[in-house]
């Protein structure tokens, strides 16, 4: 029990996996392992995880881009309700895929997981009327490390799942509108 399908280098980026954990359901409904060291680290992801975090959003909530600059933290990410579109963009210098990005649907639906290793942006559009993203990391919140860029920058190019919402319905916070370009 407990098994987990990986797909590795998403998007042909080192390190980016997608986990789909085996689901075992009936006319009851279902159980399946989100989170099993085992298994995770014979799929190569044998971190320690510290902290388990949670949020809830509504439908054009846009979150990101994100990272932390001192304490770099890998990421185990998850939606439990409704749907979003997750991103994680390679930050890593030195790395030949630097700057590139990719992004996977996470919903409660498909139940994918995402793991953002160390050094990556992260963030994410909320594509149903309301989800809840649960994510694990590998280090503490540090309140005064946090980075960032623009969402929308142009060098990265991130191919937003608007549908049929448009960039002016998109909610951001104040702190996300003002992040810089990715040059900087």
Same mark, same amino acid.
Not at 83 to 100: H, L, N, P
Not at 148 to 160: A, C, L, R, S
């Given at each position: 029990?407990?098994?987990?399908?990986?797909?590795?280098?998403?998007?042909?980026?080192?390190?980016?996996?997608?986990?789909?954990?085996?689901?075992?359901?009936?006319?009851?409904?279902?159980?399946?392992?989100?989170?099993?060291?085992?298994?995770?680290?014979?799929?190569?992801?044998?971190?320690?995880?510290?902290?388990?975090?949670?949020?809830? *959003?509504?439908?054009?909530?846009?979150?990101?881009? &994100?990272?932390?600059?001192?304490?770099?933290?890998?990421?185990?990410?998850?939606?439990?309700?409704?749907?979003?579109?997750?991103?994680?963009?390679?930050?890593?210098?030195? *790395?030949?895929?630097?700057?590139? +990005?990719?992004?996977?649907?996470?919903?409660?639906?498909?139940?994918?997981?995402?793991?953002?290793?160390?050094?990556?942006? &992260?963030?994410?559009?909320?594509?149903?009327? &309301?989800?809840?993203?649960?994510?694990?990391?590998?280090?503490?919140?540090? $309140?005064?490390?946090?980075?960032?860029?623009? +969402?929308?920058? $142009?060098?990265?190019?991130?191919? +937003?799942?608007?549908?049929?919402?448009?960039?002016?319905?998109?909610?951001? *916070?104040?702190?996300?509108?003002? &992040? $810089? $370009?990715?040059?900087?």
């Amino acid at each position: 029990m407990g098994k987990i399908t990986v797909t590795d280098n998403c998007g042909g980026i080192a390190g980016l996996k997608v986990i789909e954990p085996m689901v075992f359901a009936d006319e009851r409904g279902y159980f399946m392992e989100t989170y099993n060291y085992n298994d995770f680290k014979e799929a190569g992801i044998g971190c320690e995880f510290v902290q388990d975090n949670q949020s809830a *959003s509504k439908k054009g909530v846009l979150r990101g881009l &994100h990272f932390q600059i001192n304490y770099p933290q890998d990421k185990l990410v998850r939606v439990i309700r409704g749907e979003v579109f997750d991103v994680a963009v390679d930050i890593r210098e030195g *790395s030949s895929t630097y700057g590139k +990005w990719f992004g996977v649907i996470l919903s409660e639906e498909n139940k994918k997981q995402f793991f953002i290793p160390k050094n990556f942006a &992260h963030g994410f559009l909320v594509l149903s009327d &309301h989800a809840e993203f649960c994510y694990k990391v590998t280090d503490f919140y540090h $309140p005064n490390d946090e980075g960032g860029f623009m +969402w929308n920058d $142009p060098d990265i190019g991130i191919e +937003w799942l608007l549908g049929d919402m448009t960039e002016a319905e998109l909610i951001l *916070s104040d702190k996300d509108l003002k &992040h $810089p $370009p990715f040059a900087k």
